[in-house]
């Protein structure tokens, strides 16, 4: 196989192997860019998934230091009744970043189902004529 025709952002040519009947790599087929456009836009929101996961982390650790001053007193201590309350606000915190993503999860699940029947429409219409 032959190598892609394609040209690097810095000038030096693409090293990776051309498609088959093809002279560019996936990356560089100008038939694919709209393709690549849609992942790339998909890659910036798929990467969103990771940050409920990084905001419960700053929870749990906000929830540490509540502990550890409930429990070490002093003039750095929280009284019991005020530890609680900052408790049941980190808990609301969790459950919000939670739905958050279900519903995040959820939006995409139904571009995907939209997108699918619009392919299965299109393939109906092309089988029978339509």
Do not use: F, Y
């Not at 190598?3 to 088959?20: V, Y």
């Not at 995409?108 to 109906?124: F, I, M, N, T, V």
Request: proline residues 3%; contains cysteine.
């Amino acid at each position: 196989m032959s190598l892609c025709a394609g040209i690097k952002p810095d000038g030096g040519r693409c090293g990776a192997q051309a498609m088959r009947g093809s002279e560019w790599c996936i990356g560089h087929d100008p038939d694919k860019a709209e393709a690549r456009r849609r992942r790339a836009s998909k890659g910036g929101k798929r990467g969103g998934r990771g940050r409920p996961v990084a905001e419960l982390a700053a929870l749990r650790s906000e929830n540490a230091e509540i502990r550890r001053r409930l429990l070490e007193g002093g003039e750095e201590g929280l009284a019991p009744n005020v530890a609680a309350v900052a408790v049941q606000s980190l808990n609301t915190d969790a459950r919000l970043v939670l739905a958050a993503l279900k519903a995040r999860e959820q939006e995409e699940l139904e571009e995907r189902l939209a997108a699918l029947e619009a392919q299965a429409g299109d393939a109906k219409g092309r089988k029978w004529g339509g």
